[in-house]
């Protein structure tokens, strides 16, 4: 090839690479436009979350409860999630709440007694524990803390004139 072929070739692929780099650019920041990501996380180790994750299999939490956003599909109970608890509600309130045995005193129901969060008062008090710290460290991004508010109080009072 001559030299001014070279050159033109040379000319062309540079191109076609920022082409491509521009692209990839492009898609990154798009991608970050549209999703972000899931608002859920927790800030557990891997043990409290398997001993906490277990402890709500064991107990059925969710035949009324969703967490991180699935729930049984049987579920047809208007209960809060409990996803973001832990933005919702402090350890101590948590751990005194599942410790009551008439959980109704700490928060009124509106529903029928068979739908009413059941006291866990029996539990043995490690698991009690463990239960509220597990809970406590249920968060949501900040972008999301509105959302969980908001359905939060629509499960609780079954209003829907929730206010920030
Ligand atoms: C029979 C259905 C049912 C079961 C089972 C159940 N809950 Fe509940 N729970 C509810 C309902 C309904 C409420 C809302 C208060 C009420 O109506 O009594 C509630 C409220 C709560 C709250 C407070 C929510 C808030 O917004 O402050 C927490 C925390 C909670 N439950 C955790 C649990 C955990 C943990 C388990 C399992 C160990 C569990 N629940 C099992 C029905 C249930």
């Known amino acids: 090839?001559?030299?001014g072929e070279w050159v033109v070739l040379g000319l062309i692929g540079a191109l076609a690479l920022a082409g491509?780099?521009?692209n990839i650019i492009h898609h990154e920041k798009g991608?970050?436009?549209?999703?972000?990501g899931l608002p859920f996380y927790t800030t557990a180790t891997p043990e409290l979350a398997?001993?906490?994750s277990d402890l709500i299999r064991q107990n059925d939490c969710r035949q009324c409860?969703?967490?991180w956003s699935v729930r049984n599909v049987m579920q047809s109970v208007p209960s809060p999630s409990l996803d973001g608890m832990g933005d919702l509600r402090s350890e101590a309130?948590?751990?005194q709440y599942l410790s009551s045995p008439h959980p109704q005193a700490?928060?009124?129901s509106r529903l029928k007694p068979e739908y009413r969060m059941p006291s866990f008062a029996s539990l043995p008090e490690q698991e009690r524990r463990t239960l509220a710290h597990?809970?406590?460290s249920l968060h949501v991004k900040d972008w999301y803390l509105d959302d969980i508010k908001k359905s939060e109080y629509e499960k609780l009072t079954g209003k829907d004139d929730y206010k920030k």
Do not use: N, T
């Open 1 to 3: 090839m001559k030299r």
């Open 20 to 22: 491509v780099v521009q």
């Open 31 to 36: 991608a970050q436009d549209v999703d972000r």
């Open 106 to 108: 700490m928060l009124p």
């Open 50 to 52: 398997r001993e906490g």
């Open 93 to 95: 309130w948590l751990y």
């Open 134 to 136: 597990y809970l406590a």
């Open 65 to 67: 409860h969703s967490l």
